[in-house]
């Protein structure tokens, strides 16, 4: 099970980090990470860091402002945004499978959380 959480209003240049509980299962050998959607647009993906080993991967839009990380005492998985625009604005979706680029890139991902907006005013 991934519990997100974190969402809210925002202004523009504004933080905010999302969390990403993991329960229910052994993640250690899987990849967590977070994918966005907004309104009448795709789902498309933000970030992923590999549990074990800890590496990171993000999308060209949001490289250089989001970082995420991984704590592995408490199973959870943050996302800490910074320098957010108006075009972040979506519902994002914590997420875990395996680590593949090509299916994380394109969202094939088996297990998902609930989702939790991000609203940036500008």
């Known amino acids: 099970q991934l519990q997100a959480s974190g969402g809210g209003l925002v202004q523009a240049g504004d933080s905010l980090r999302l969390s990403c509980a993991a329960s229910?299962?052994?993640?250690?050998?899987?990849?967590l990470g977070w994918f966005r959607q907004a309104p009448g647009k795709e789902r498309e993906f933000v970030a992923a860091?590999?549990?074990?080993?800890?590496?990171?991967y993000y999308s060209d839009s949001v490289k250089g402002r989001f970082t995420i990380s991984r704590d592995n005492a408490r199973s959870t998985v943050y996302l800490q945004m910074n320098s957010l625009k108006p075009e972040d604005t979506a519902v994002y979706y914590c997420?875990?499978?395996?680590?593949?680029?090509?299916?994380?890139?394109?969202?094939?991902?088996?297990?998902w959380g609930q989702g939790t907006l991000v609203t940036v005013s500008s």
């Open positions: 229910g299962r052994t993640f250690s050998s899987y990849a």
């Open positions: 997420a875990a499978d395996q680590w593949s680029y090509t299916d994380w890139r394109n969202g094939r991902v088996r297990y």
């Open positions: 860091i590999i549990w074990s080993g800890g590496s990171t």
